[in-house]
């Protein structure tokens, strides 16, 4: 025995002396390393920035002598251009990468497989990055990660900013040589802002396809960070089976942890922190025996597929790809705090028709502070088990086996601790759970995820995701720095302001004085540049003289960002330019945004000329327009060219209020969304105190247009002054409203869908004029809107 022991330990000291470092600078150094290592070894690629590299980690290591790439100083090596890193073997670690603003050009940044038959085995990604990696059109798709083989590993990684189709990582079934059981391990990971992306194909994290979606996969998703990760609907999209979803944080993110296919689940001690911003969602459940347990969701607002809790109907016997029955699923000590109601049957339709079966909804706690009901029942939901569940608050309940309580509460701000413990006592489900959210041990059974009385923080938020080394916070958060701006004085005069925005970079106000800017040539946006005048009776833009007229005043170029203020934009009267604003003319994969704020835009009166304009495959995240006046042009407002009809469309918000449209020869807005994609959320529009007069006063006319748009709401808002205007808008969907809105010789308000139209008024507005549109003494706008303003304009002109 005393020998062989001496042998072994002779044998590992030499094994320990064979293994070692070897630091590169160059790529084809790089490669010959990795083509020599042998087990034990390490490869320190030295601090710099490697463009167009790629690395082909091929190699085999062993237990407890790995084979280890690395960053000579973590976060120091960055990649650019269309590096990636393809991994192959077995036992192999990568440590410290940053692949910052590149793009690959359609293939993955990063994949644990060389081909469908060269899986990676037992390796590993740890305290990498990858950033703002994209290509210049949102359409092309390619993932940031692939993960393929068994028993891989990706941990303290950060990923932010993807904003082209493809989820930000995702496992593979499809052609695994693996025997397809996965077991990969994604923890510790922080996954920042994914701007919304709209259309589907927008996921943080898909696990499987639903090809291959009742497959095992077995991956654990646990202590994940997932912070405004707004692509779509899916956050985490789960395609297979067994998968486990355990400790990880939600932070205002617009959608959810979805079960979208496969079987048996586990959903786990996550904790969702919607901080009441608007469409942030939870859990949706779809497919069999699936249990979420000890989950604490908080301050969630999304409605439909966004609620903080969904159970979806089904298609019998439907194909792979489409909603499977829930059966058997259990649904058990969750806790809901000041969140939107949850949604039972979603989706019931003509072709989802099958409603959950043989499902427990048992044990779990409400507290909100308002009235409103805590489900929305849209189909037969006796096959729901309700038992054990309490609530406390004013909320009404249309089920039963949910019984008000009054509790006491500590610590509240941060999550809820309650103290009443005998109001708590409820009977175990068929499937007891062990532990509490913070994982303290439950020697009783309470409702609700956290033992009362325990002050333990959860394990949701002890985790400590991400890399540890230094990332700009902003770019990870997507909430943007708001650095002091340059400000620059530009005196009017002939091209003095397009000189000054062709130099313009990063956040720039341009300074504009009293008199007339003449230009002479389109001006793109490059940064995020506000152009402030002395007041748009005051400071005057328009086309010079010369012979040759722009097409366009300004295009705000993608990822950048444009305000006006306090200025004319006028198109001119003998050769009029065509657009006042326009976005990127090709297919762009960041969002740019437009805010225009006491802004008089007139005479853009050429055929298909609009005063502004969104092309095909370009996407806003923002247009807002206040206190502005837009006149005597051939149209509005138009994004209009997502025809293609695949639930696409051109801005995420639109948000109008104190605008006046008159004299337009067709529609103020035309906002288009084809086709019927659930993935996304499809488009808001907001008008508020707005006047539209003599606005497309034509036998087919139609004021506003807003096809397709899922969430429109118009207040205090007159249209008037189009009698041949066949209509004033048309909505569509319970989620479009119109209130408190005045319509007189302007058509007709057409609703369908379950739209609301309320407190309409027909009648003659009774202004003084229609030039400041000011309501005489008597008029049925005085004091009439939802905020007790007069209806209409609240600054006149």
């Known amino acids: 025995m005393k020998t062989t022991f001496i042998t072994l330990c002779c044998i590992l000291t030499l094994q320990c002396l064979q293994a070692g470092s070897i630091r590169v600078s160059t790529a084809e150094a790089l490669n010959r390393a990795i083509k020599q290592s042998a087990p034990g070894d390490t490869i320190i690629m030295a601090n710099k920035t490697w463009a167009d590299t790629e690395i082909r980690f091929l190699a085999g290591g062993e237990p407890g002598r790995e084979i280890t790439l690395k960053a000579e100083t973590p976060g120091k090596v960055v990649l650019t251009g269309t590096s990636r890193l393809i991994i192959s073997g077995k036992y192999l670690v990568v440590s410290g990468l940053w692949f910052r603003e590149g793009n690959t050009r359609g293939k993955p940044v990063i994949s644990f497989r060389k081909s469908k038959e060269e899986p990676a085995f037992y390796s590993r990604v740890t305290r990498c990055a990858i950033t703002d990696y994209n290509p210049s059109d949102r359409s092309l798709q390619y993932q940031w990660v692939e993960l393929w083989g068994k028993h891989n590993r990706v941990d303290h990684c950060t990923f932010y900013g993807k904003t082209n189709q493809g989820p930000v990582l995702i496992v593979g079934l499809k052609d695994n040589k693996a025997n397809l059981e996965n077991h990969h391990r994604i923890d510790h990971n ?130 792979l790809n489409r909603y499977n029955q829930v059966r058997n699923a259990i649904i058990q000590h969750n806790t809901f705090i000041h969140c939107a109601p949850l949604e039972l049957c979603a989706g019931s339709d003509d072709e989802r028709t099958a409603t959950p079966v043989n499902t427990l909804f048992t044990n779990n706690l409400f507290y909100t502070d308002k009235q409103q009901e805590l489900f929305r029942v849209l189909d037969d939901i006796s096959g729901i088990a309700f038992s054990g569940n309490k609530v406390q608050g004013p909320a009404s309940v249309s089920v039963k086996g949910i019984d008000p309580v009054a509790l006491q509460w500590k610590n509240l701000e941060m999550y ?201 495959g370009t996407f806003a995240d923002t247009i807002r327009i206040t206190n502005s006046r837009i006149e005597d042009s051939h149209r509005g407002l138009n994004l209009s060219y997502e025809k293609d009809d695949k639930g696409k469309y051109n801005a995420e918000v639109i948000d109008i209020s104190n605008t006046l449209f008159r004299n337009l020869g067709q529609f103020a807005l035309y906002y288009y969304r084809g086709g019927h994609d659930e993935s996304t959320v499809g488009g808001q529009l907001h008008i508020d105190h707005c006047v539209f007069y003599h606005v497309d006063n034509n036998e087919k006319g139609r004021i506003l247009r807003t096809k397709g748009i899922v969430y429109v709401t118009i207040t205090n808002t007159v249209f008037a002054g189009s009698p041949e205007a066949r209509q004033a808008v048309v909505l569509q969907g319970s989620k479009n409203r119109i209130s408190h809105t005045l319509v007189h010789n302007s058509g007709e308000i057409k609703t369908s869908g379950g739209a609301v139209s309320d407190r309409i008024l027909r009648a003659d507005p009774g202004w003084e004029d229609t030039l400041r549109f000011r309501p005489k003494e008597g008029s049925p706008l005085k004091s009439a809107g939802t905020d007790r303003r007069d209806i209409g304009l609240f600054l006149s002109y």
């Open 190 to 319: 922080h996954f920042g802002h994914r701007p919304s992306l709209g259309s589907n194909g927008g996921e943080t994290i898909r696990i499987g396809t639903s090809h291959t979606s009742l497959e095992s996969s077995g991956t654990v998703v646990e202590e994940n960070l997932f912070e405004r990760c707004n692509g779509e609907v899916e956050i985490i999209s789960s395609k297979s089976c067994d998968n486990i979803y355990r400790n990880n944080l939600f932070v205002e993110s617009e959608g959810g942890l979805v079960l979208r296919h496969g079987n048996r689940c586990l959903v786990e001690g996550n904790v969702f922190f919607g901080n009441n911003k608007p469409h942030t969602g939870g859990i949706r459940v779809i497919n069999e025996g699936h249990i979420v347990q000890n989950n604490l969701l908080m301050g969630l607002t999304g409605d439909g597929f966004r609620s903080p809790l969904v159970i979806m109907n089904g298609v019998p016997d439907g194909p």
């Open 416 to 616: 809820p601790i309650p103290v009443s413990d005998s109001l708590l006592a409820v009977t175990p489900s068929g499937r007891p759970v062990r532990t509490d959210l913070t994982g303290t041990v439950r020697t009783k059974t309470r409702a609700g995820a956290v033992i009362p009385g325990n002050e333990r923080v959860p394990l949701a938020l002890r985790i400590q995701p991400g890399v540890d080394w230094p990332l700009e916070k902003a770019a990870v958060t997507g909430v943007p720095d708001t650095p002091e701006p340059r400000v620059i004085a530009v005196a009017p005069g002939k091209n003095t302001l397009e000189k000054a925005v062709k130099k313009a970079s990063g956040h720039t106000v341009l300074q504009l004085s009293e008199g007339v800017y003449e230009i002479g040539r389109g001006m793109p946006v490059t940064g995020k540049i506000v152009i402030r005048g002395k007041g748009s009776a005051r400071t005057v833009i328009r086309a010079g003289k010369d012979e040759k007229v722009p097409n366009y005043f300004f295009r705000v170029e993608q990822g950048q960002s444009l305000v006006l203020e306090g200025v004319e934009v006028d198109a001119g009267s003998d050769t009029p330019v065509k657009y006042g604003i326009i976005s990127p003319t090709e297919p762009s994969a960041e969002a740019y945004r437009l805010v225009l704020n006491d802004v008089y835009l007139h005479g853009f009166t050429q055929e298909t000329g609009a005063v502004f304009k969104a092309y095909k």
